[in-house]
């Protein structure tokens, strides 16, 4: 059995290998010689680079943009502790350019991607190393990101070549044994999940904004129930206290009560977003009614059931108005002036949900060519 070093070393003499890296380092450093050298936090108007190669330089550096503080560094941004398991698992004597690039490619195989790099299996490669560096597409770290098009850009650049997109075979047609297909337009969906940064925040923003508790209520389980709603939360508030991710936003609510303050005050001029997005108001009811209706029987449709009810009062107004029941006598003012109200009410009623039900099934169907 080969062992770790002389693998990654006989990877390193693939092109693909070598484009990925270059992926890799588009986000964590750059594609300069002193990306070998370079402390996390570097930019060019601060420049911080490593004196000395002889080890990682192991210089914790506080970040005040995300709220922590971290050892990374290098090319490839290693922690300290993750450069020593490298540095044992691959026998490395130093920390110079060769180094950080065999442990570069020991962290893509531990996480199972070295085998879809070689064979140009890209997008595959990024989503299984997107948890070992915070910057590569779909990372769920919080921290921005390279995007796909850009990664698969520099990896074409850099000489790597894509896997041929093998040709998708036709099936043949399925014939149905099964129960009843479900109603048409009602379709099923897995469920989401929520991102375990989101979820762990969740609860210290109901704590920190009470209004919140009426969506989520209290418990470790309410995150789950409204997902939308909860990314909703999670846009407005960072967006206000100007953070790149929810656990910033978190932090430094806790830590100034006037960003508190802003982030309230953002949760409540978009709270009508906030709960539409949750499936609540409107866009709820509509759901609603919509599950109803594909019963196929109007006697579960909630907007049928509430007109059935309603429609009664109006004839019943109209028989006394003109007179056909009860005592009551009515003027021609008051005559005119009710059936005028009358006649708009009902007309505007019927063409505003006819008008709202077909310009949603218009944006329904308009989504997809």
Known sequence: MTDPRTACAESLGSPNVRAFLRVIRAGESDQSDDAYRMIVGHTGARPSLAESLQDHPRIPVHLPRLGVTSTAAGAYQFLSRTWDECARALALPDFGADSQDLAAV????????????????????????????????????????????????????????????????????????????????????????????????????????????????????????????????????????????????????????????????????????????????????RKADAVGRAAGDLLHSASFLVALLLLPLVYLLVLSLIGLIGTATWSDDVRAGLAGSLISAIVGGLVGYYYGQTTSRNRATGATP
């Open 106 to 285: 020991y962290l893509i195989r531990r996480r199972g991607a070295l085998d879809d790099v070689l064979s140009g299996r890209i997008p595959e490669a990024l989503e299984k190393c997107a948890r070992e560096w915070a910057s590569l597409p779909g990372s769920p770290y919080g921290q921005p990101t390279i995007a796909l098009d850009r990664a698969l850009a520099v990896y074409r650049e850099w000489g790597g070549t894509l896997a041929a997109e093998a040709p998708r075979a036709v099936d043949p047609p399925l014939v149905h044994v099964g129960p009843e297909p479900a109603a048409p337009g009602i379709t099923e969906e897995r469920p989401r999940i929520m991102a375990p940064f989101l979820a762990a925040a969740l609860p210290a923003l109901v704590e920190l904004i009470p209004r919140l508790g009426r969506l989520f209520g209290s418990g470790s389980q309410v995150s789950d129930r409204n997902l939308q709603a909860a990314e909703a939360v999670a846009q407005v508030v960072q967006r206000a206290t100007s953070a790149p991710n929810i656990q910033t936003a978190v932090e430094a609510m806790r830590a100034d009560p006037a960003v508190l303050q802003t982030a309230v005050r953002a949760v409540e001029a978009h709270w009508v977003d906030i709960t539409e997005a949750g499936g609540g108001g409107i866009e709820g009811a």
